[in-house]
């Protein structure tokens, strides 16, 4: 493209709520081949509720104490849920986050985990075959679950519900109709991932990835066509960083901001077709 077409089109996207930082952007957009998405607060709105918790109110109120030093959207869901339930929060005495798979602390001498499998595996503890199986139940609909560790035992679980954009349909459909196939990379159970991607219909996604494998991911696709990632910057910093383009919607963390070519601001996802189409207009315009 001539230089001044993409400024004019960097000056006529920034109008519409995205900031360009990097104008090659609209050149390697075009040749991508996948568009590939985060899940929890890209693809889902990003503001999950707590919609059913099972276990006890002691290890609810750990639990919230752990989550009330994450930024992570589930942090803030069962931080609001345990407030609500009358929980008393209690500073704790450490604290130190795993992204992709949840948060730990010392609270009142108790070491308390939150989070995923792994989290879980990663504190030695192991979940039993009745509390699993009720997790799967919630799971296999597409909501995520949270399982709660206190002192080496799975002591609960909390059911988190994020409603999927009202947008995401649309944008996905447009992505394939200009020639794109979209990818969901998350870090959340396959089985909540697979429901999430049918309901969008979205044929390829990856589940239960930490951040540094959703790098890996990327890179592992790039061998096949250009990657645009599209993350709400929560735990997919490497992602964006490791993409022919990262495209961070503005929910996001400044780490976000700092890792995409182009922030989409007020985390609107119908404005990263807009790039898509505003770029194709430039382009064709320059020639
Ligand atoms: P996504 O790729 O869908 O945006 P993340 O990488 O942010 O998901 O998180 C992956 C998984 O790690 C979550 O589904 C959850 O199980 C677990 N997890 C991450 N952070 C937390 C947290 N603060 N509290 C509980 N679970 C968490
Ligand atoms: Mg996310």
Redesign the pocket.
């Known amino acids: 493209a001539t230089p001044l077409a993409i400024v004019v089109g960097v000056g006529r996207a920034a109008e519409k709520g995205l900031l360009i930082k990097n104008p090659e952007a609209i050149e390697k957009a075009l040749r991508a081949k996948f568009v590939a998405f ?5 693809l ?1 709105a990003g503001a999950p509720k707590v919609v059913k918790y099972v276990g006890d109110e002691h290890a609810l109120a750990l639990a919230a104490s752990a ?1 009330a030093k ?1 930024s ?4 803030v869901a ?1 931080v609001e849920f345990a407030i609500k339930r009358g929980a008393k929060l209690a500073e704790p005495e450490a604290y130190d ?7 730990y602390a010392k609270v009142n001498g108790a070491v308390v985990g ?3 499998e ?2 879980v595996e990663g504190m030695g503890a192991e979940i039993p075959g009745e509390i699993r199986r009720e997790a799967e139940r919630y799971r296999a609909e597409g909501y ?3 399982y709660i560790v206190v002192d080496g035992r799975v002591r609960g679980f ?1 059911v988190v519900g994020d409603e999927i954009r009202q947008e995401a349909r649309d944008v996905v459909e447009r992505l394939k109709r200009w020639g794109y196939q979209p990818v969901i ?5 396959e089985v ?2 697979a429901k999430v991607a049918e309901r969008l219909g979205i044929g390829k996604y990856y589940g239960g ?3 540094d494998e ?1 790098a890996e991911i990327v890179k592992e696709l790039r061998k096949e066509g250009g990657v645009i990632f599209i ?2 910057g ?3 910093a490497p992602a964006l960083a490791s993409a022919d383009m990262g495209i961070a919607v503005a929910t996001g963390t400044e780490v976000a901001k700092e890792a995409g070519d182009v922030v989409v601001r007020r985390g609107d996802l119908s404005k990263v077709a807009e790039f898509i189409d505003i770029s194709r207009k430039i382009m064709k315009n320059a020639k």
Do not use: Q, R, Y
């Not at 990379?185 to 159970?189: Q, T, V």
């Open positions: 985060d899940k929890t607060g890209t889902t989550e994450s992570h959207p589930i942090g069962v986050t795993f992204p992709g798979m949840g948060v939150i989070g995923n792994k989290l995520t679950v949270a909390v990379i998350s870090g959340d159970h909540a991932v990835k930490t951040p959703k993350g709400d929560i735990n997919d």
